[in-house]
């Protein structure tokens, strides 16, 4: 079983950036792909970014409704996994997770955090 957890989330401006942080404590990242999502009470989880194995060569991919203003990254030297958030609007607010896949593009996530709130107030 790998623990992932999410951090950074906070209460924020519109029009103000994030950054959120993923970790697997005591597992490497190495080996793991990740994507971000998020979810309002009530509303499906939203896709929103993923990205690959380190080298891997393969580009992250967003989904539509942040490409341009969120931008996923990993650090495996920190074994930590970003999602930089600019531009943010009100309806960014969510709760946001992190989720580790085994194989990618993943067929499923394998492992989820519990999730870290973003709130944007006008």
């Known amino acids: 079983q790998v623990q992932v957890v999410e951090s950074g989330g906070g209460l924020v401006q519109a029009g103000d950036s994030l950054t959120l942080s993923c970790t697997t404590p005591g597992r490497a990242i190495i080996n793991l792909a990740f994507g971000w999502f998020r979810q309002v009470p009530g509303n499906e989880r939203e896709f929103l970014a993923r990205v690959s194995f380190k080298n891997s060569g393969s580009p992250p991919t967003y989904g539509d409704s942040v490409r341009g203003r969120f931008t996923i990254s990993r650090d495996d030297a920190k074994n930590t996994v970003y999602l930089q958030m600019n531009e943010l609007k009100i309806e960014d607010t969510a709760v946001y997770y992190c989720?580790?896949?085994?194989?990618?593009?993943?067929?499923?996530?394998?492992?989820w955090g519990l999730g870290t709130t973003v709130t944007v107030s006008s």
């Open positions: 989720a580790a896949a085994k194989s990618y593009p993943p067929r499923i996530y394998d492992y």
